[in-house]
């Protein structure tokens, strides 16, 4: 199977600007999770798509959105960036078979996308 | 909030020695996960650990989850240059929260 592919690999936005990252998940998995990962704060949640629904958001301002298809294919926006939103972002696919959340499958990521804001 | 430590955040050990990563919670853990990232690569998940006192092994890296599912450790015995990378502990509840990582570097 094919991993899971985000694109762009790279983006230069600057301030203000909104920007459109995709995530194609793992053929058969349902759930795709979008992560901020910067030096400073580490690897951070951002929110997690099943079934086109959002199912589960961590702590980031409403400029931080998403949405899934029916394909299970996934984007993220951010609109007016802020300096501080430079960062890699990784999303990460896994089957999930129920809607309990606390049931498990591995989880693949992507190569991640790597945006600079100017 | 809901956090999980990770010490020490940087290791150097000289190839063939032994490294091991800390994971600590001041709360009880449903579930402890592991990952590791190589330099300039993605997250990729080890294992998961659920149940108190359990202990994993994985050729050379056992990993370990506390009697009380409070803390947990990844040791690595005889390192390689292919150990090279950060490793992150991660609890999933309904969100994951990740630790900010171990970097390991190894010297030849």
């Known amino acids: 199977k094919a991993g899971v592919t985000q694109t762009p690999r790279y983006l230069i936005k600057t301030r203000g600007q909104q920007v459109t990252l995709s995530c194609s998940p793992i053929s058969g998995h349902r759930s795709v999770s979008w992560y901020q990962q910067t030096p400073g704060q580490g690897l951070q949640f951002l929110f997690e798509?099943?079934?086109?629904?959002?199912?589960n958001k961590g702590n980031f301002p409403g400029r931080f959105s998403g949405r899934q298809f029916s394909n299970s294919r996934s984007e993220m926006n951010v609109s007016t960036l802020e300096l501080g939103d430079s960062a890699l972002y990784l999303c990460a696919s896994r089957e999930r078979t129920s809607l309990n959340p606390s049931s498990y499958n591995e989880q693949f990521f992507g190569p991640g996308t790597r945006l600079t804001v100017l | 909030g809901q956090q999980v430590m990770q010490i020490p955040q940087y290791q150097h050990v000289q190839e063939g020695e032994d490294f091991t990563t800390y994971c600590n919670s001041s709360t009880t853990l449903s579930n402890i996960q592991w990952y590791k990232q190589r330099p300039g690569g993605h997250p990729v998940f080890l294992i998961q650990?659920?149940?108190?006192?359990e202990v994993k092994k994985q050729k050379r890296l056992t990993f370990q989850f506390g009697e009380a599912k409070k803390n947990s450790s990844l040791h690595i015995t005889a390192t390689q240059t292919t150990d090279v990378g950060t490793y992150f502990c991660?609890?999933?509840?309904?969100?994951?929260?990740f630790g900010k990582g171990t970097r390991l570097h190894i010297l030849p």
């Open positions: 650990l659920v149940k108190s006192g």
């Open positions: 991660a609890e999933r509840d309904d969100k994951i929260i």
């Open positions: 798509y099943f079934s086109e629904t959002q199912r």
